[in-house]
């Protein structure tokens, strides 16, 4: 099993507080005899049609002595994750959450802003603080509901 980031719980409790249910904590991945686990799945009743709506989340600290090294790291496993899932769950999104502090200084500058438009970045903003989500990107940077 792997370890828990220093945000996980306090992600998952901002995620139940906006009414998902943790499926699994982790969310195991298996493809081609080789196995992984994302840091969380979950899912969310929508609208009248009883439709679930499925996540998985990724959740990074970005606490490590360079926040682009980080980046690196994230985006190497963002992709693996989202590459597994398209082939063995493909309707389950996989979002990248990240603090508040990252967004502002590295995800919402020049370089992020490249990289989360050429990356598909799906992310999930929170406040480390208030323990709860700011914000829902998609690439298209519209609020998940």
Known sequence: MPQKDLYHDLVKKALISENWNITDDPLFLS?????TY???????IIGAEKNNQRIAVEIKSFLGPSQLHDLE?????????????????????LFLAVPNRIFK????????ELIRKRQNLLLIIFDEHKERILQWLTQSNTTVS
């Open 31 to 35: 493809f081609g005899g080789k196995n």
């Open 38 to 44: 994302v840091d969380l799945g979950a899912e969310k």
């Open 105 to 112: 200084s590295l995800l919402n500058e020049p370089l992020g």
């Open 73 to 93: 790291l994230a985006i190497g496993q963002y992709n693996l994750y989202r590459d597994m899932l398209s082939e063995i769950d493909p309707e389950r999104l």
